[in-house]
């Protein structure tokens, strides 16, 4: 935390939750996708044009987007070739917790019922010197957030 309050972006820790993986499936370069909408339906009023009015009728959830270096062996990745492989689904829960100072969670959002839709690896270029970048692109049916 600064001296306002603020948590940094860059402390964080991913835990799938059913998976008995190592150290390393807790460590990620990137997390995105942790945001909601609220779907709504517009009515026109009766006979006023000028008008709508905007009732909720849902939220939906963005795929959530985990990116790190490319891994030898791993639970996270060994679930999604069996996914992939199989085609069949064996949603786990993930913890995404911003740490403090202390390396404890100062927030945490709990994903519910997710499962691997993509795995990809970055281009090999023989021109670069870079990492080999893994992502990986998980669905899921909601999240909630404890502080």
């Given amino acids: 935390m600064d001296r306002h309050g603020f948590l940094a972006a860059f402390h964080f820790r991913v835990e799938f939750l059913s998976l008995a993986g190592s150290d390393i ?3 990620f370069q990137s997390v995105s996708g942790l945001n909601v909408t ?3 339906d517009s009515i026109s009023e009766g006979g006023e044009n000028r008008f709508k ?3 909720p009728k ?4 963005s795929d959530l987007v985990l ?15 069996q996914t992939i492989e199989t085609l069949e689904i064996q949603p786990v829960d993930i913890n995404v917790s ?8 100062a927030m945490t959002w709990q994903v519910k ?4 839709k993509k795995w990809s690896v970055a ?3 023989a021109e670069s010197s870079a990492i080999m970048i893994e992502t990986l692109e998980i669905g899921y049916q909601f999240f909630t957030i404890t502080a």
């Fill in 113 to 116: 019922h997710a499962w691997p």
């Fill in 123 to 125: 281009d090999l270029n």
């Fill in 67 to 81: 990116k790190r270096g490319l891994v030898t062996s791993s639970k996270v990745i060994d679930w999604c070739r």
């Fill in 98 to 105: 911003l740490l403090n100072e202390q390396h404890e969670p």
């Fill in 38 to 40: 609220v779907e709504t």
């Fill in 53 to 55: 009015h905007f009732l």
């Fill in 25 to 27: 499936d807790t460590r």
């Fill in 58 to 61: 849902g939220t939906s959830y």
